[in-house]
């Protein structure tokens, strides 16, 4: 396969192992050696992570594209040699750019991916297709973005634990010579560490009130910092929203010389909820353009919201034709197919049933609680619940009271903004009479809940990407146990 021609440019310490002296500024800087993956590791946490503390406007200072530029020229430039779709939104981008990734994939690109949080390793982050990044390149790479970090400390700063991984991503990209990245944006857009590239595409799902210290306290105010993602006669898309907010996307877009394309508006798009013996209950959308007609897909994630942003996936491919990307549909129809639903209504385990999923605001805890009742069939549902002290959980609960039969209040231990599970039973009660206890470990709780299920019920882990890759792990290794003791 030929590769399209790359695009223009988008703009303008810690000790790990051994360690050796570069004079910068006037003082002796120390490079670390890094040798092994656990060595990496160690020194990408060394770093200010902002998944991990919670940010408000004492630290808003690290925010900013020139340290990331900076870390990018003392690497070559690497994202110039990488072509792009750039993903950003409050709720639903992680699904979008899996979903676009896969059809990618399944077209015969070789698609790089980069997302966050993880749920079980961090390569899962960084990926080739369905690939995570080799713990070799891994740490090969890491070793590379440290010395270029110490390079650029003395004038800019130390690099953030999340600048640090998308310099790696950008570099791993390039260093394989992927087709085509599709990349998701950490936090807002506009000061966002990704958004040093200049995409072929960038696409915003549903704009919710997130991150507020940061973001702004308005739907509008959030909306901007996530149109900083537009680029100038750059394709710009979009899922339906809220007046203000398509007011905001479209005065961004004009504003930087793009055309902000909605489905539903500008982008001839439908979906429709039904059940067949195959595929069992999920929506199927179309969407046609001049270029593309793609007519009743199936929608490869479960729940109704879903199809917004498979519809911005199709979107997003049908743009990329004018890039010089082929779609067809049949390969695109494969690809959905193979799309994964990591941390996404995921059925984790099979006997007991337990599913997984990241909701952590009170709109994605409403659509999951919706999605359970359309596409599962159970007597009751036991909730473990666990999440950041910093999140909107008094909405959280209350969607939560709308579907749990009964709820075991839990924390996350990779999580250190974790709310007491005390608090969060006392809250719920304010809200709701149903049967609650709180089980402050979470394989406890799933223990718990297994001897209070019956063969027909489900048990559901949410509340945090923290809490539901913990499960994740705990349910791979007792899969493991299992298999092995059957052998």
């Known amino acids: 396969m030929v590769r399209p021609s790359p695009s223009a440019d988008a703009g303008a310490s810690s000790s790990v192992g051994g360690e050796k002296s570069i004079e910068a500024a006037g003082k002796a800087t120390r490079a670390p050696a890094i040798a092994s993956y656990q060595l990496a590791l160690r020194y990408l946490d060394s770093h200010m992570n902002l998944e991990r503390v919670r940010v408000d406007r004492a630290n808003r200072s690290v925010f900013t594209l020139e340290r990331m530029l900076a870390l990018l020229a003392a690497l070559d430039n690497p994202h110039r040699d990488v072509r792009c779709v750039h993903v950003a939104g409050s709720k639903g981008k992680g699904s979008t750019v899996e979903m676009t990734a896969a ?95 200049q995409p072929e595409v960038t696409a915003i799902t549903a704009i919710q009130l997130e991150h507020t210290e940061m973001l702004g306290t308005t739907l509008e105010e959030i909306a ?21 907010v398509e007011a905001v996307l479209r005065d961004k877009a004009e504003a930087v010389g793009t055309r902000l394309e909605m489905l539903g508006r500008e982008i001839e798009f439908s979906y429709r909820f039904e059940a067949s013996p195959e595929l069992g209950p999920h929506a199927r959308v179309s969407l046609t353009t001049e270029r593309s007609e793609y007519e009743h897909l199936p929608v490869p994630l479960k729940g109704e919201h879903q199809a917004h942003n498979c519809g911005l996936a199709l979107a997003i491919l049908d743009r990329l034709r004018d890039r010089g990307y082929e779609t067809p549909e049949r390969a695109v129809l494969l690809g959905l197919a193979t799309t994964p639903a990591n941390g996404r209504m995921e059925i984790a385990f099979d006997d007991p049933r337990i599913i997984i999923d990241g909701a952590h605001n009170p709109e994605s805890i409403k659509a999951l609680v919706k999605a359970i009742g359309a596409h599962m069939k159970y007597d009751s549902m036991v909730v473990i619940f666990g999440c950041a002290e910093d999140k909107d959980v008094d909405g959280m609960l209350r969607m939560l009271a709308l579907g749990a039969d009964k709820v075991l209040f839990t924390r996350s231990s990779e999580n250190p903004r974790a709310i007491d599970p005390k608090e969060l039973q006392r809250r719920f009660a304010e809200i709701s009479p149903k049967m609650t206890q709180v089980v402050p470990k979470l394989k406890e709780a799933i223990n718990t809940a297994h001897k209070a299920i019956g063969r027909d019920d489900l048990i559901c882990v949410t509340g945090s990407f923290y809490l539901a890759g913990e499960a994740k792990k705990m349910l791979q290794d007792a899969k493991a146990k299992a298999d092995k003791a059957r052998r």
């Open 103 to 197: 059809c990618l994939g399944e077209c015969g690109y070789a698609v790089g991916v980069y997302t966050s949080p993880h749920l079980v390793h961090i390569r899962e982050r960084i990926r080739l297709n369905a690939d995570p990044i080799s713990h070799a390149r891994f740490t090969q790479g890491m070793a590379r973005v440290a010395q270029a970090a110490v390079a650029i400390e003395p004038e800019c700063g130390k690099p953030t634990y999340f600048e640090l991984l998308t310099a790696l991503a950008l570099l791993h990209f390039a260093d394989q010579a992927v087709d085509i990245a599709v990349i998701e944006t950490g936090l807002g857009g506009r000061l966002d560490s990704t958004n040093v590239i």
């Open 224 to 244: 901007a910092e996530k149109a900083g993602i537009f680029k100038p006669g750059v394709a710009a898309l979009t899922v339906p929203q809220t007046p203000e």
